[in-house]
């Protein structure tokens, strides 16, 4: 399986950037992909998760409202968009896939990771 990130960029507050996860070489067509970030000295965290099965979705409550997951399953491809960014959003994203569909925010029931897109939010 193998994940890459892109999208990532410096913005100013305020502004937008849709992060995107391509997946591949996945065992079957049922799993999910989540978005992950760490910020400079903090915790990873998780934010959003897409399912493929039946396409479900959750978002981390700090984040509902600014930040949308979504996916263009035919293609494989898993985005994060991201509006009214602030400088606190500055983090390095990751997306991370289970083989089982599960809406999960817990970071090890993610196999398998990407190396990561960095978002610079400047005020």
């Known amino acids: 399986v193998r994940l890459v990130e892109s999208g990532g960029d410096s913005v100013q507050a305020g502004g937008s950037l849709r992060l995107s996860c391509a997946a591949s070489?996945?065992?079957?067509?049922?799993?999910?992909i989540a978005w992950f970030r760490q910020g400079p000295g903090k915790e990873r965290e998780a934010l959003s998760v897409?399912?493929?099965?039946?396409?479900?979705?959750v978002t981390s409550d700090s984040m509902k409202g600014r930040f949308t997951i979504s996916g263009d399953i035919a293609q494989n491809t898993v985005y994060l968009q991201m509006n009214n960014l602030r400088p606190e959003d500055t983090a390095v994203y990751y997306c991370?896939?289970?083989?089982?569909?599960?809406?999960?925010?817990?970071?090890?029931?993610?196999?398998?990771w990407g190396q990561g897109t960095r978002v610079t939010v400047d005020s």
């Open positions: 991370a896939a289970s083989d089982e569909p599960l809406l999960s925010f817990k970071e090890s029931e993610y196999t398998y």
């Open positions: 070489g996945f065992p079957s067509d049922d799993y999910a």
């Open positions: 897409l399912v493929t099965d039946d396409g479900d979705t």
